[in-house]
Nanobody, 115 residues
Framework: QVQVVESGGGLVQAGGSLRLSCTASGSMLIAARAWYRQAPGKQRELVARVSIGGSTEYVESVKGRFTISRDNAKNTVTLQMNNLKPEDTAVYYC??????????WGKGTLVTVSS
């Protein structure tokens, strides 16, 4: 059974920083890890993704502020978020992509940025 667990959300003032972590456990061959977010009334969007080879991609609005990194040995991925803005407020979800084209999701962690 695959489990994906996020941690690190919270309330922060604009300009501040937060670090999200996600650990995956279970039997699977992971192809990529990603963070998505969903703000109230909006669709879920990809924030950042890192492949097994280490290549990364980011949504334009977070480039230069967010950094995704992974520890393959620990099956952990982190999202370092700096210079946070009120528009970054959302529930952040950790995603695991496997080579068998299965997707696994965490329950989400709330990030609130006050102005």
């Amino acid at each position: 059974q695959v489990q994906v667990v996020e941690s690190g959300g919270g309330l922060v003032q604009a300009g501040g920083s937060l670090r999200l972590s996600c650990t995956a456990s279970g039997s699977m061959l992971i192809a990529a890890r990603a963070w998505y977010r969903q703000a109230p009334g909006k669709q879920r969007e990809l924030v950042a993704r890192v492949s097994i080879g280490g290549s990364t991609e980011y949504v334009e609005s977070v480039k230069g502020r967010f950094t995704i990194s992974r520890d393959n040995a620990k099956n952990t991925v982190t999202l370092q978020m700096n210079n946070l803005k009120p528009e970054d407020t959302a529930v952040y979800y950790c995603n695991v992509e496997t080579f068998s084209r299965m997707d696994y999701w965490g329950k989400g962690t709330l990030v609130t940025v006050s102005s």
